[in-house]
């Protein structure tokens, strides 16, 4: 008899992901704990788009590109 695999349950993948790791403050860590108990989701569906629009927000060229300011060497 030739074994069948199982169907698994949870949402489909979404592909492959980077995890990173934040230590925000106390304080901060039970806020977001606070809000996502009052929203009823998880710290990866909250903060994802989040972290997902700063990024998209960022002109990476324009970051790479920065000139340094002009400060006289002090002798």
Excluded: C, W
């Excluded at 698994?8 to 860590?29: E, N, Y």
């Excluded at 629009?53 to 000139?67: F, G, K, P, T």
Aim: net charge positive; aromatic share 2%; hydrophobic share 40%.
């Amino acid at each position: 008899m030739a074994i069948q695999k199982l169907a698994q349950g949870g949402r489909p993948s979404k592909g492959p992901r980077h995890t990173f790791v934040v230590k925000p403050d106390l304080a901060r860590a039970e806020k977001l704990r606070a809000i996502m108990e009052v929203l009823g989701t998880n710290a990866v569906d909250y903060l994802t788009p989040l972290v997902a629009a700063h990024i998209d927000s960022i002109d990476l060229e324009e970051l790479r590109n920065q000139e340094t300011l002009p400060i006289p060497k002090a002798s």
